[in-house]
């Protein structure tokens, strides 16, 4: 069903016309400036005078907008009347976070460094988590673990011995191949690995006809119907998994998905293939957004790549692939 948007009134006396005429945005920005200045009027200074005479240090910048993302989201909470929706979605992330601190501390650093992959082979998976669900008192799944394993690196000492079960059920996990297969749509057991980029698809030889000829695996192919994307994409958990993957690079004033990866001598570093890595196109503040999406500021994430690409949602896709590969050649 059609909306009639004429109908739907913004807060402060303000209509959805207001937000394609001059005169209503320049409100909206007044609004916003006052919203600022009465939570924080140190903060409402700051963007005035950034406005006024631009900001030269990148890392300014960068702190300037981190700050007002928060304030951002609260405005828009208000204005559009969506404020409890906003905090549902900041509080559902944010119960997704022991996912990401189990995933860092316990099984990337401990539990794949205890064991080999011969050692997490012989591994008896099933009996593993049998015994975890025993000790957890419920049905494993990967938040479950991630919550009772790092309720239990509280007092190591006292835990000790489930988390020598919950170590080496990790391990099984992320290193044999029925633990990879156990978990492969989840994140928690799923570890970066370093690529080789003369082969990034998977392929066999096969006979067409005759004719040698390579194909891929059947249980890789993808069929494009129309112009859907050929992959499902993934969902809140799969986002901020790659969020949290990110290291966050802008403070160390290196911004190597938004400005590419640099040689010494000043030159752009370039991929296996000859390719320069120049980083975003667009020089959207890639380290930026994910940081906030990581806080759970979903709406001050988008805001912050929309000061450098207003167009964020017809380009993602692709850009942000390219976006991707600086980062995987920058962490290998």
């Known amino acids: 069903m059609e909306t009639d948007t004429a109908a739907l009134a913004l ?21 916003f400036l006052d919203h600022v200045r009465a939570a924080d009027s140190s903060l409402a200074e700051r963007l005035v005078a950034a406005r006024a005479n631009g900001i030269e240090d990148p890392l300014a910048e960068s702190e300037l907008l981190l700050a007002l993302a928060p304030h951002l989201e609260d405005f828009l909470g208000e204005l559009f009347a969506i404020g409890k929706e906003i905090r549902a979605l900041s509080q559902m992330q944010n119960s997704l976070a022991p996912l990401f601190a189990c995933k860092r501390l316990f099984v990337q650093r401990q539990a794949v460094k205890s064991y080999g992959v011969a050692q997490a082979d012989s591994f008896d998976g099933d009996a593993l988590r049998s015994t975890l669900e025993k000790l957890f008192g419920e049905k494993l799944d990967e938040l479950t673990f991630a919550r009772h394993v790092m309720a239990w690196r509280e007092d190591e000492t006292a835990n000790a011995e489930p988390l020598a079960v919950a170590e080496k059920y990790a391990a099984w996990s992320v290193l044999s191949t029925k633990g990879r297969a156990r978990h492969k749509h989840g994140v928690l057991f799923k570890l970066p690995r370093k690529l080789d980029p003369v082969t990034l698809i998977p392929f066999e030889a096969a006979a067409v006809e005759g004719v040698a000829a390579l194909r ?30 990110c290291i966050f690079c802008h403070g160390q004033g290196k911004d190597s998905c938004s400005k590419g990866l640099h040689e010494k001598s000043g030159g752009f570093k370039k991929s296996a293939f000859g390719i320069p890595l120049i980083g975003c196109p667009l020089e959207e503040k890639i380290s930026e957004m994910n940081l906030l999406a990581s806080e759970g500021h979903t709406l001050g994430a988008l805001a912050t790549a929309i000061v450098d690409n207003p167009m964020v949602a017809g380009t993602g896709h692709r850009i942000c692939n390219d976006c991707m590969k600086s980062c995987i050649y920058q962490k290998q």
């Open 11 to 31: 807060a402060h006396g303000l209509s959805f016309a207001d937000l394609y005429a001059r005169e209503g945005l320049e409100r909206i920005d007044a609004l």
């Open 216 to 245: 891929l695996p059947e249980d890789k192919l993808r069929r494009r119907e129309g112009f859907a994307l050929t992959d499902p994409g993934t969902d809140v958990t799969g986002a901020l998994d790659s969020a949290h993957y």
